[in-house]
C-alpha cells in the first residue's frame, strides 16, 4: 500500500506561481512513478505530468509544458509539481498518483490515488 497526502493548493491570480507537494508513504512508495491528475468541474480527469521512480523520465500534457515542472525529492519520498504562467483555465482539483510503472501514470491509470487539493486561478 502507499499512501499519498497532496498539500500546496489554493487561490492564484493569472500569471502567477504555485508548487503542489505530494508526500508519500508506503512500502513500494521510493519505487513508484508518480503522477499528477486534475480534474476541472463538469470535465473529465485528465493527465498532467508523470515522473519516473528514479527522476530520470518525466511526461508533461502538451497544455503545461514549458509551464509545469514535475520534480521527486526520493529523500523525502516527495513528488512536487511547480505551476508557473497560470491561466483560469488551470483550475482544477490536482490529484497525485503513484504506479509502478510511469507508462500507466501517462495512461491514467493508477494504483494509488490522494484527495486531491484544489487550485483555483482568477482572471
Known amino acids: 500500500q502507499v499512501q499519498l497526502v497532496e498539500s500546496g493548493g489554493g487561490l492564484v491570480q493569472a500569471g502567477g506561481s504555485l508548487r503542489l507537494s505530494c508526500a508519500a508513504s508506503?512500502?513500494?512508495?521510493?519505487?513508484?512513478?508518480m503522477g499528477w491528475f486534475r480534474q476541472a468541474p463538469g470535465k473529465e480527469r485528465e493527465f498532467v505530468a508523470v515522473?519516473?521512480?528514479?527522476?530520470?523520465?518525466?511526461y508533461y500534457a502538451d497544455s503545461v509544458k514549458g509551464r509545469f515542472t514535475i520534480s521527486r525529492d526520493s529523500a523525502k519520498n516527495t513528488a512536487y509539481l511547480q505551476m508557473s504562467s497560470l491561466r483560469p483555465e488551470d483550475t482544477a482539483v490536482y490529484y497525485c498518483a503513484a504506479d509502478l510503472r510511469h507508462s500507466s501514470l501517462r495512461s491514467g491509470k493508477a494504483d494509488y490515488w490522494g484527495q486531491g487539493t484544489q487550485v483555483t486561478v482568477s482572471s
Open positions: 515522473i519516473s521512480w528514479n527522476g530520470g523520465i518525466t
Open positions: 508506503g512500502r513500494t512508495s521510493g519505487t513508484s512513478a
